[in-house]
């Protein structure tokens, strides 16, 4: 009997265990049967528009977002602690307050996207690519890629696909400004930061520049330096980036010497300033621009730079003025190979002078001796070298810095154990007037009470000097110039001060000013012209000769030639293989204020092969020969290589992500 109702209580029992069970939710594994019928998962809550809570984005045109955002961080807190956010919170610090709050306002519309009616509408590509164009060299400045969030093909769409402008609120704020900027009376004028920069807002400065004016300039790299660093030139031009027939090209260099800084300094503002004033419509800028192909190097030695700024800040002790100094004059003058550039080009004056007893002597376009490339070539001299015979320069400065004074060629005293005697070219007289053009327009240089340093002896007090005269040495830039190619190129010592403080920089581009500018005219003194064939084809590598001045100019591309001249009468020739010569008599009168148009047409002759002989001497086919051995590429590749295994440190912003959450952000580190 107890055995039953022991039974009887276990029925009783099982039948409510499995009513509970049959009452109780199934259990929802996808495909999981229970008595015939399929459970069905709960379904999730949909996304909806939340408030914007993230401090950085506080300021967009709209107040709503959605999570999961466009780059798939499923919560707010998510992409708060991610390095993109991280990012945007410090840009305006690592671009100097460039770009900004562009890029910070592209980046939120990624991070914290428009949300409206529950649906998450995507940012503008256009928007997108215009702040990409624009704000791109900002990053390379500072050796930074471009954020992989800001991939205007990727997390962008088009107008038609229904986009908003994620600027749009900052666009209403800048025409109020801009509009309440309209209304002053004051005139537009063009504003320069009279600072030092590091290399790479430098370089960010140029890039700029050409970004603000691409109707007029353009930036390019001409080569590294030892330490990889480019060696970034801007031009300007009406058609940059295009050699147009009969425009004249020069050139400035500045930071040869990387101590010598005021020269770097006053061709950044320079550039600055041909931009704005072009665009605020200064005639006379326009015309230069216009009629002219201007390219402009501010730094041919930044790792010489780096240093010497580097130890002039260490050095920044008022009490302790003779170790400035010191300083000032010796660290970072050569490369980081502590390579002197301005003794690092072939010696081509020494060849021109064992050349003059031969009857058919010319000193012009001497080819480089094969032995210079054994010896020790540092690429930014290499860069250079490369550069001027790429382009048909006319006339170019380079600026350094230690006494008040324009030098012009020759720097080698012709005899060699006389280390100051006048040594003079055969454009003598051009180049004084070349020299002068500078020193007349600076605020001080020619006038007889100008200071000078005397740190060379005795210069005189009209400013100029040929180099010879003040001290001699080889290997020097305008020597190769001149001997090399068409280009004349003189020297331009912009003041005692090697590194002035940077209170005096205002007043170093207020003293340069004019002279930088009439400097650059003065290359539409002289003639220019065409030489053609009977067809009327451009004959390229003719040579234009001038009676009493042994050194010929040749013809570029499209036989197209420039020939800066002194005013009076000259006697010129025209004259290229298998043509014969023609000859013409011209007068420049001494108020031309642009160059005279002579052309010449050659007619084809049968050229006698002494004849022939006599005229290439040196050949052409020398001439072409550079790095022959390819000496250079052998040795400068494997010290750069050396040079980047040994600089494997992060770039200086890296601090700011290195401890961040997560996994560090190595899609911010350039790949070069």
């Known amino acids: ?115 409206e009616k529950e649906k998450v509408l995507k940012p503008c590509r256009s928007t997108c690519e215009a702040v990409r164009k624009n704000c791109r060299h900002a990053f390379e400045g500072i050796e930074m890629a471009w954020p992989y969030f800001l991939d205007c093909d990727r997390f962008f769409v088009s107008d038609q696909e229904g986009c908003y402008d994620p600027l749009e609120g900052l666009r209403v704020t800048q025409e109020e400004d801009q509009a309440s900027i309209d ?70 260099i500045g930071n040869m010497h990387g101590n010598e800084v005021l020269g770097r300094q006053l061709l950044i503002y320079l550039t600055q300033y041909l931009c704005s004033e072009y665009l605020l419509g200064n005639h006379r800028i326009q015309s230069l621009i216009n009629t002219t ?46 390579i002197d550039l ?145 280009c004349l190129e003189v020297t331009v010592e912009l003041g005692c001060d090697k590194f002035p403080a940077e209170e005096e920089l205002y007043r170093g581009w207020q003293d340069n000013k004019e002279a930088l500018l009439t400097f650059m005219e003065s290359v539409h003194r002289g003639i220019k012209g065409i030489v053609k064939d009977a067809d009327g084809n451009g004959i390229k590598g003719a040579r234009i000769s001038v009676r009493g001045i042994r050194h010929d100019i040749t013809t570029a591309e499209n036989g197209d030639y420039w020939r800066m001249l002194t005013a009076g009468i000259h006697i010129l020739t025209a004259s290229a293989p298998g043509y014969t010569r023609a000859m013409k008599k011209i007068h420049l009168p001494a108020r031309m204020q642009k160059a005279g148009r002579v052309d010449f047409v050659l007619q084809k002759a049968v050229v006698e092969p002494d004849i022939e002989e006599d005229y290439n001497i040196p050949s052409m086919g020398t001439y072409e020969r550079f790095d022959p051995y390819n000496q250079f590429e052998r040795y400068a590749i494997r010290e750069q290589n050396q040079n980047r295994e040994e600089r494997q440190e992060k770039p200086w912003w890296w601090s700011y992500f290195s401890r961040a959450h997560g996994s560090a952000p190595t899609w911010l580190l350039r790949i070069d």
Not at 58 to 72: A, E, K, Q, R, V
Not at 206 to 224: F, Q, V
Not at 317 to 329: H, L, R, T
Request: hydrophobic share 35%; proline share 7%; aromatic share 10%.
């Open 342 to 486: 301005n003794r690092n080009f072939p010696d081509l004056t020494a060849v021109a002078y064992g050349r003059r007893r031969h009857r058919h002597f010319r000193s012009d376009h001497i080819p480089i001796p094969d032995a210079y490339w054994f010896d020790k070539v540092a690429p930014e001299t290499y860069a250079v070298m490369k550069w001027i015979r790429s382009i048909p320069f006319v006339l170019s400065a380079n600026f350094h810095g230690g006494e008040l004074v324009v030098s012009y060629p020759y720097d080698l005293s012709k005899h060699p154990l006389e280390e100051k005697m006048f040594s003079p070219t055969p454009d003598e007289q051009i180049f004084k007037q070349i020299a002068r053009t500078y020193a007349d327009a600076h605020a001080t240089m020619s006038g007889n009470n100008s200071e000078r340093c005397g740190n060379f002896g005795s210069i005189g007090q009209d400013g100029i000097i040929n180099g010879a005269k003040w001290y001699s040495f080889a290997g020097g830039m305008q020597d190769f110039n001149y001997l090399h190619t068409n």
């Open 1 to 115: 009997m107890e055995f039953m109702r022991k039974k009887i209580k276990t029925i009783v029992f099982l039948n409510a265990l499995v009513t509970v069970i049959w009452c109780a939710s199934p259990r929802c594994d996808p495909g999981y049967e229970f008595n015939g019928r399929f459970c069905k998962e709960p379904e999730p809550e949909k996304p909806k528009c939340v408030d914007i809570m993230m401090n950085y984005c506080d300021d967009m045109s709209y107040t709503h977002t959605m999570f999961p955002n466009i780059l798939g961080h499923r919560i707010r807190e998510e992409a708060e602690l991610g390095p993109e956010y991280l990012l945007l919170s410090v840009v305006h610090n690592l671009l100097n307050g460039e770009c900004t709050p562009d890029i910070r306002m592209l980046g939120c519309s990624v991070l914290v996207p428009r949300c």
């Open 293 to 338: 192909r201007i390219h402009i190097l501010p730094s041919m030695n930044p790792d010489g730079y780096e240093l010497a700024a580097a130890e002039v800040q260490g050095t920044n002790d008022p009490e302790n003025e003779e170790a400035q100094n010191y300083y000032s004059w010796t660290l970072g003058r050569g490369n980081a190979q502590n």
């Open 183 to 252: 209304n002053t009376s004051e005139e537009p004028h063009t504003v320069i930061q009279f600072s030092y920069q590091s290399n790479a807002q430098m370089n960010s400065i140029l890039k700029k520049t050409a970004a603000r004016c691409p109707e007029i300039a353009t930036t390019y790299s001409i080569g590294r330096s030892v330490e990889g660093k480019d060696l970034l030139v801007i031009e300007f031009s009406n058609n940059p980036g295009v050699h147009e027939l009969l425009e004249p090209e020069m050139k400035y």
